[in-house]
Structures are given as structure tokens and as C-alpha cells.
């Protein structure tokens, strides 16, 4: 049983992925990110066409939100347990399948079991993105491939919603659902092909889900990277969900599409250089940069309003520091974490995501009411400053007790 043990770890090391894999692989994580982002934005509008309430139409996306943060807690160590590809093969299944719900009945209660079922898919497809990245990327290169995985996402979040909208002007929300579900299985087709290392399965008794996550939170380290993770997030939340209002508000002369299309594009190029860096400095020397550039591009957002020609700045800012916080953290977190509990820390990364993202939000839509998101984005910036070098701290020294 050892020498059988043995071998697989060998063989795993000895796997090398080619090309047209790592083309199959980002084919499946470009037309299932694009799916998701488009479902995001598409079911709210959806759902008060079928004559729900403003309500109700928020109501869907935040059961699909919270049913995958439920979900993903059991199903990441059963991915540790059982193999990533299986697992995600079943999530994107779930989004190949989903519209088929609401073309049998188009009513809200098949739309909210539609996004429940679709829940699946994003409980285990983005911890398992992760993880399978780093089970076949060469070594030493892990957050440089992760960078490129991210390439894929980023572009999946330009294409997804606006080509959804685009179609569904056109011809209808039939369309689109026949589409969605055409996309997901192109998504199912490629990751079926990838060929993947054997399985490093979490032995020994410890096999319960609960068990396997207390087992991973056993690494001290992961403690700061999860807390810079939540700070990010809230960050994150605070610019995709406001920053619009704000420059609406703060600067009503400008576009601001044009400072979403800025950071996306500043997060590509982010991808395609952050990764690398890490790759070749460190995480420690890369990942506090970036999040400092989330902390001065939310303190220099607050001053928009005296100085509109600083959203072009800002949006570079966030651009770069949100998408290289990100991918270094993932990055972090695989290098310091069991090979065979990869999709169990992974999950818990997903799951703080998701958990601040909302939290961020909220608060973010009471200072509209209350301070100003001006007084917001400059509070969160020098929150975000000030945490740095404790954590930085904490992080160094953990690592040092370690070796």
C-alpha cells in the first residue's frame, strides 16, 4: 500500500500538461465564468419579467450566493476526497441543465430552484479552477499559471453579461437560456477532455468534511492570508457594487463605463504580470504591494470629486491591486496548504469571498445614506493601509516558525 502511495506521488510530479490542455482547461473556465457572471446579471431582469417583485428578483441571486457558501463547505473536502475534475464535471453539469428548469415553467418558483441547482456549479467550480491549476501547472511556475487561469476569468466577466444583454435584445430570454445551456456544455465537453494528475486523496481518518476543514485550519498561516482576503473582498464588494453611484455623484461629467472597462483591463495585464513576479520573488514580497495599491486607490477614490481626471488612476489602481491580491493569495494559500487538502483551503478562500463581498455591500450601501461613500472608500482605504504591516508581520513570523 506505501510503494502504491509512493508511485502516485511520483507519477503526479512527473506530470507535464500540454499545451492544447491548458487550452482545453481555460476554454472550460472562460465559457463557465461567462455563463455565471451573465446569470448574475441577467436573472434579476428575468425575474421581473416573469412579474416578480424588486424583492423577489434580489431574492434569487442571493439564494444562489448563499446556497454555494453552504455547499462549499461539505464539497470542498469531498473534492480533497474524491478528485477535483469529478466534482467540477458535476458543477458545470448543474449550469448545462439549469435553463432547461425554465423552459419547462418560466414562473419565479422554478426560477429560484434554477439558481438553487445552479448554486452546485459555483460551490465547487472555482475552488476546484484553483486548485486543478496548481495540480498541473510545472513547478515552481504556480502562480503564474493561476495568473493565467485569471487571464481566462477576466475576460469571461467583459464577454459574459455584455453578450448575454446583446442577445437577449435581439431575440428573447429563450434564446439566451438555449445558449447558456449550448456554452455550459462546451464548458462540460472541454474540462472532460483535460487530462489531469492522478488523485492525492486526503487519507487516514480523518475523512469527514468538518474534520478535513479543521484539519486544514490546523496551518497557522493561513489565518493572515484568510483575514487579507476578507479585507480585500470588502474592498472588491465596495467597487463593483458603488463606484458607479459614486462618480455619478462625485463627478457627474464622466462615463463610468469607461472606468470599469479601465479596470478590467488593468486586472488582464495585472494577471499576466503579478503571477509571474510571485513566481520569482515571493509571495510575501508580492502580495502586500498589491494590496497596498487596493488601500491608495480607495483613499484617492475618495477624492474624486476635487480632482475627476484621478478615476483613470483609481480604476488603474484597483485594477491591478484587486486581480494580483487575488491571484497571489490563491497562489499563498496552495503553496502553504496540504497537496491533499488543496480543495478544502481553497473553499474556505471562496467562501470569505463571498461572505465580505456581501457584508461589503451592505455597509457600503448604508454610508449612501448616511456619511457619504466619499467618507466610505477613504475609511476603507486607510483601513486597508493600516492592516498591512501587522499582517505582513504575523504572516513573516508564522513562516518563520515554521522553518
Known sequence: MERFQQSKVVNAREFKSSPLNWALFFGSVFFFI??????????????????????????????????????????????????????????????????????????????????????????????????????????????????????????????????????????????????????????????FL??????????????????????????????????????????????ISFSTVHIEIAAPGLEAAYFFIILGLAGIASCLATGHLSDLFGRQKTAWPMMALIGLGAIAFAFLPFWPALMVFCAILFGVGIQGTSLV???????????ELRATTISLQENTIDIFFALGALCFGLAAQGPGLASAFLITGLVTLATILPLRRKSAALAGNKS
Do not use: H
Not at 431582469?45 to 416573469?50: F, M
Not at 486544514?216 to 483575514?227: D, G, M, N, S
Not at 493569495?329 to 497537496?339: E, G, M, Q, T, Y
Open 194 to 239: 483535460v487530462r489531469t494528475p492522478p488523485i492525492r486523496t486526503a487519507g487516514g481518518k480523518k475523512n469527514g468534511s468538518f474534520e478535513l476543514i479543521a484539519e486544514a485550519l490546523k496551518e497557522k498561516q493561513v489565518y493572515p492570508i484568510i483575514i487579507s482576503i476578507a479585507i480585500y473582498a470588502f474592498a472588491y464588494s465596495a467597487v
Open 329 to 339: 493569495f490563491v497562489a499563498w494559500l496552495i503553496d502553504i496548504s496540504k497537496p
Open 34 to 191: 461567462s455563463i455565471m457572471f451573465a446569470s448574475i446579471a441577467i436573472y434579476p431582469g428575468y425575474s421581473l419579467a416573469i412579474g416578480s417583485t424588486p424583492f423577489q428578483a434580489g431574492l434569487q441571486n442571493t439564494a444562489f450566493g448563499i446556497t454555494s457558501v453552504i455547499l462549499r463547505f461539505f464539497l470542498g473536502p469531498v473534492m480533497d476526497r474524491k478528485g477535483l475534475k469529478p466534482l467540477m464535471l458535476v458543477g458545470v453539469f448543474s449550469f448545462a441543465t439549469s435553463p432547461l428548469l425554465l423552459l419547462i415553467s418560466p414562473t419565479y418558483p422554478f426560477l429560484l430552484a434554477s439558481r438553487m441547482y445552479q448554486a452546485l456549479g459555483l460551490a465547487v467550480f472555482l475552488p476546484g479552477m484553483s486548485a486543478l491549476t496548481a495540480e498541473m501547472a510545472p513547478p515552481g511556475r504556480i502562480g503564474t499559471f493561476i495568473g493565467a487561469t485569471r487571464i481566462s476569468l477576466n475576460l469571461a466577466l467583459l464577454a459574459g453579461p455584455a453578450g448575454a444583454l446583446l442577445l437577449i435584445e435581439a431575440s428573447g430570454y429563450y434564446s439566451w437560456f438555449m445558449v447558456s445551456s449550448i456554452a455550459s456544455t462546451i464548458s462540460f465537453a472541454c474540462l
